[in-house]
Nanobody, 129 residues
């Protein structure tokens, strides 16, 4: 069983920064490796969940939605299933429930479009104007 726990969500004013953290534990039966891909997704009221940023197991390949490029940075602890999302210059449209996600196996390409298999409970980020 895979467990993803997020933290760091808060309410801030536009232009400020927030840092989210996610720690993963557990695995799937018969698998002894790390989490191949991890990432952050968000869901805003009345909208479908969307990908924000993803990262590969080595932490050297990152992928971002166009709406956050240049403002958000995803990083990963070396050799660990822990990721962070540094969010700068926040805008009201960044408001949402942010989910940590992971995929343990499958293709090496961790692009947002390939999706994830495991999800955390989410942490709320609210940005006021």
């Amino acid at each position: 069983q895979v467990l993803l726990v997020e933290s760091g969500g808060e309410s801030v004013q536009a232009g400020r920064s927030v840092r989210l953290s996610c720690s993963g534990s557990g695995t799937m039966p018969g698998y002894g490796g790390g989490y191949k891909c991890m990432g952050w997704y968000r869901q805003q009221p009345g909208k479908a969940r969307e990908g924000v940023a993803t990262i590969n197991i080595g932490g050297d390949r990152t992928y971002y939605d166009d709406s956050v490029k240049g403002r958000f940075t995803i990083t990963r602890d070396n050799g660990r299933n822990t990721i962070y999302l540094e969010m700068n210059n926040l805008k009201p449209e960044d408001t949402g429930l942010y989910y940590c996600a992971a995929r343990l196996v499958g293709r090496d390409d961790c692009s947002i479009r390939w999706g994830m298999h495991y999800w955390g409970q989410g942490t709320q980020v609210t940005v006021s104007s």
